[in-house]
């Protein structure tokens, strides 16, 4: 099963990720992106913090089929369990 779309939660300075939510029919599944990550799909140096949240709408596809296929592995991470992305999940 496929995650539907959530919400965006906004960038987290301390932590360099843009949260969002996924949806899993009604229950909300947590997730992250690192700006990092963000930027190497972009092929840029470095987003401004202000500009995360653009640039996640603009990745916003490719981000969550990412955090689909990870669901569907069942990778999770964190308390409580949610989906982090890397520029590595995103290899391959």
Known sequence: MTLA?????GYEY?????KFSM??????VP?????????????VSRTAPERRE???VRLRDRIE????????????E???PGIILRS????G
Do not use: H, T, W, Y
């Open 5 to 9: 779309r959530g919400s965006i939660g």
């Open 14 to 18: 301390d932590r360099m990720v843009l």
């Open 23 to 28: 949806m899993d029919d009604g229950r909300e």
């Open 31 to 43: 997730c992250a992106v690192s700006a990092s990550a963000m930027d190497d799909l972009e092929r």
């Open 54 to 56: 653009e640039q996640f």
């Open 65 to 76: 089929q990412c955090a689909s296929r990870k669901f569907q592995a069942r990778e999770f």
């Open 78 to 80: 964190g308390s409580p």
């Open 88 to 91: 590595i999940d995103f290899r």
